[in-house]
């Protein structure tokens, strides 16, 4: 996939993408602004997260891997929640267990909103349009 491809106006980006191919959270480093890698690219794009990998994850463990980060997406657990708790269960893991299989997962991306701030937000919102009768 190139740059290029990422940017399609008529189809927008998934809020989360996952990315478990060796290496795609590494690109060169640009003093003032951090890593020029794909994980920018995508939020560039429209993405708000990206769960990439830091290093050469063995494919078996990264297909546990992600089907375990799925699975606590899919029971509601926000991206940086699912991640932590895989990483959990996958240290403890009897054949997983060692860091090489699950701590070269890292999350790009937007920090999640508190409770408070979706609140004063979506309050914010209900303000201007109420006066105005539109978002824009």
Not at 18 to 36: D, F, K, Q, W
Not at 58 to 69: G, I, K, N, Q, Y
Not at 88 to 113: I, S
């Amino acid at each position: 996939m190139r740059l290029g491809e990422l940017f399609v106006p008529d189809d927008p980006l998934p809020p989360m993408i996952v990315l478990s191919a060796c290496e795609t959270g590494l690109g060169p480093v640009r003093a003032g602004a951090g890593v020029m890698g794909l994980p920018l690219a995508l939020m560039i794009a429209g993405n708000r997260n990206a769960v990439v990998t830091l290093w050469s994850v063995p494919d078996a463990s990264a297909a546990e891997f992600v089907t375990r980060l799925f699975r606590h997406l899919k029971a509601g657990a926000a991206p940086d929640e699912a991640l932590t708790i895989t990483k959990r269960e996958m240290a403890r893991h009897p054949r997983f267990g060692d860091p090489v299989h699950w701590a070269g997962f890292a999350l790009y991306g937007a920090p999640p909103m508190s409770s408070n701030a979706m609140s004063a937000s979506q309050r914010d919102l209900s303000r201007t349009v109420a006066r105005h009768g539109r978002t824009d």
